[in-house]
């Protein structure tokens, strides 16, 4: 039996990454908390750069990327703020538009990192063409390209979501914005089973959750767009952006809204996770196939899924008893076979997983 995590071989922005911040050596394999999608004022945020840095270092995240429109944030006069322990990330969001024949200005956006000069963004066309043209742009700037908030403005189908998915690795399935739609409704698919839509058409894309926040004066209330919503958590071996960012290439990571997970690791034979319990909360791990079906649902703090060979792909996805959520990335399982050395270079970079320290996320704070 084949099982291939999604991923393929390092983007171009490899080149420039290691510029990035600063290095952090760690000693041994550690979760990262990180935040890919936040705004200031220097966009349309509400508070300016050092202030929301200092929010992100004083929650517990260990990388940030200020994602401001149209405009790359450098971390270099942010130091002081994010002190030794916060990784900032240079990145933009490219603020596309479609204009179709109907007379419609349909928001695209996608999130580019660690690119090497500011994006331009594409406005014109169909959501379909505009997507593609903006992942195209990023691409050439060398960066990493984040597909944001897909139901805003109702503005992409699964169709114009798999034109565009050889260039895009990863996809917004949750959102703390209150305007985007993350569920879908009316018709349209929920953003995660827009993921489910690509991952059973074989594009080998991860989901992640974000703030995309713009709120951090005055009251946090569930129409304002607040900090401390949607995270990833990333395994890396060093505390490096450069690490960071290659383990949001290869999927090593896990998006949550709340959930924290202990470990999470692929054998030859399954695909198994151990989350780490909060309070008095209790869990339910459901494992997802091809066609977004749920293959299984368990109980209690651990849950494993031993691989048939038929699923396509297999994901997890983490309820806790308050509905907050983990997903981990897809396992692809197609028929054949495929060798143990093979497979822990694809699947397990950092071995069982065995000593790796989690984040702390019981903070609560919104």
Not at 62 to 91: C, K, S
Not at 116 to 128: C, D, L, Q, S, W
Request: glycine content about 10%.
């Amino acid at each position: 039996m084949r099982v291939a995590r999604g991923f393929l071989p390092a983007l171009a922005f490899c080149a420039v990454v290691p510029s990035i911040g600063a290095a952090q050596p760690a000693s041994g394999p550690v979760w990262l908390k990180g935040s890919l999608h936040t705004h200031t004022d220097r966009s349309d945020g509400d508070t300016a750069p050092e202030v929301v840095v200092r929010w992100y270092r004083e929650h517990g995240y260990g990388f940030l990327a200020i994602t401001d429109h149209d405009r790359i944030t450098e971390p270099a006069p942010l130091a002081e703020a994010a002190g030794p322990d916060l990784l900032l990330v240079p990145a933009e969001e490219v603020t596309g538009l479609a204009l179709p024949s109907d007379g419609r200005k349909v928001p695209v956006h996608v999130n580019a990192f660690v690119p090497r000069e500011v994006i331009p963004p594409f406005k014109g066309g169909t959501p379909a063409e505009a997507l593609a043209q903006n992942v195209a742009r990023a691409r050439a700037a060398g960066a990493l390209v984040l597909v944001n908030h897909p139901n805003f403005g109702w503005a992409l189908t699964a169709d114009d979501l798999k034109a565009a998915a050889p260039g895009f690795r990863l996809l917004e399935i949750f959102s703390g914005h209150p305007l985007v739609h993350f569920l879908g409704g009316g018709g349209a698919l929920s953003a995660e089973a827009l993921w489910d839509a690509l991952l059973t058409a074989g594009h080998r894309v991860h989901g992640a959750a974000v703030d995309d926040s713009h709120h951090f004066a005055g009251e946090c209330t569930p129409a304002r767009a607040c900090p401390g919503r949607g995270w990833v958590v990333v395994r890396v071996a060093e505390r490096t952006p450069a690490a960071v960012l290659a383990a949001l290439e290869r999927g090593d990571f896990y998006a949550s809204n709340g959930v924290a997970l202990r470990d999470v690791r692929a054998t030859e034979a399954s695909l198994e996770l151990t989350i780490e319990p909060q309070k008095s909360f209790r869990y339910r791990t459901e494992f997802v196939g091809s066609g977004g079906r749920v293959l299984a649902s368990i109980e209690g703090e651990s849950a494993s899924w031993r691989f048939r060979g038929d699923e396509g792909y297999v994901r997890a996805r983490v309820t806790d008893s308050m509905g907050r959520r983990a997903w981990t990335q897809p396992v692809f399982v197609p028929d054949g076979g495929l060798g143990a050395e093979e497979l822990r270079s694809r699947l397990s970079p950092h071995g069982t997983g065995a000593g790796l320290r989690p984040v702390s996320e019981t903070d609560e704070s919104r």
